[in-house]
């Protein structure tokens, strides 16, 4: 049977290896609010997810209309600049959580990801977005910036001008769940209809491969954009011949000369 945990503003669901965590605010299109980060960070960093256990997390919002429409504003009106930091460095440790886990990281985009929302699905391993999914970072309509990591990561994706574009122009510019893929933005993109059955085969093909490989393939990926070539490289042969110190490949290997499936342990 599934496994829920208990919160106020997620809805999070164990199943075996996979855990489904909702964003569960529809009425208020999933804004980020105080509560929701300090749940986030609960989860993300409270012993509730064991890594070995669990080996992907999919994150999303409920309801269609949106997958985070962006941080509460009427939760922020009264923020001093003090508060203000301490809700921004929040939501970078939650950010930074979903990027430096072993486990990977799913984002369902349907409807609504701006601002905040936009920051927290870029800070997923794989996004999946919805034809119809809109992502912006329209922080500057409020003569605010973005505050999760929006300005560091979105550049990143989709490189200077886009970024440029998106940041300065805020409201003025966001992207369709085309658009966002074909930047970058995006892993993938369905129909509308076929969101929920893609991020299912994405899951499944995840679970099927070994668990080493793909925690080790993800921190590599992830620490590529801090190091030198060469010394991703180095990181790299290292990783690739400490594979073969262990179980998970010789199964692997084994298991392809069979003509069988591999039956992987972590």
């Known amino acids: 049977m599934p496994n829920k945990l208990d ?12 855990c489904r965590v909702t964003i569960n605010r529809p009425d208020q299109l999933n804004a980020l609010n105080p509560q929701v980060f300090d749940e986030l960070e609960q989860l993300l960093y409270g012993g ?13 919002g409920a309801g269609q209309r949106a997958f985070v429409a962006g941080a509460d504003i009427a939760a922020m009106q009264s923020f001093s600049p003090e508060e203000a930091r301490a809700f921004a460095r929040t939501g970078q440790m939650v950010t930074k959580a979903l990027e430096s886990s072993p486990i990977v990281t799913v984002a369902k985009v349907q409807g609504y990801a701006l601002g905040g929302g936009c920051e927290l699905a870029m800070a997923c391993d794989i996004v999946i977005a919805s034809r119809s999914a809109k992502f912006g970072q329209p ?3 409020l003569g605010l910036i973005p505050g999760f990591g929006g300005t560091q990561r ?14 300065l122009c805020g409201r003025g510019r966001t992207l369709s769940g085309t658009e966002a893929h074909q930047l970058g933005l995006a892993s993938r993109v369905v129909d509308d209809d076929k969101l929920e059955a893609e991020v299912t085969k994405v899951v499944q093909s995840i679970l099927a491969a070994g668990p080493m490989a793909v925690a080790d393939c993800k921190r590599l990926v992830r620490e590529a954009y801090s190091m030198s070539l060469d010394a991703g490289l180095n990181a790299e042969a290292t990783s690739f011949a400490h594979a073969f110190a262990g179980d998970e490949a010789a199964e692997g290997i084994t298991a392809f000369l069979e ?3 591999a039956s992987f342990t972590q």
């Not at 979105?154 to 200077?160: E, T, W």
């Open 7 to 18: 919160f106020s503003t997620l809805i999070v669901e164990q199943k075996g290896p996979v």
């Open 259 to 261: 003509k069988r499936n």
């Open 48 to 60: 509730n997810l064991t890594v070995g256990e669990t080996r992907v997390l999919v994150l999303e």
């Open 154 to 167: 979105l550049v990143r994706r989709v490189g200077m001008h886009v970024a440029m574009d998106m940041l």
């Open 139 to 141: 922080e500057v309509n």
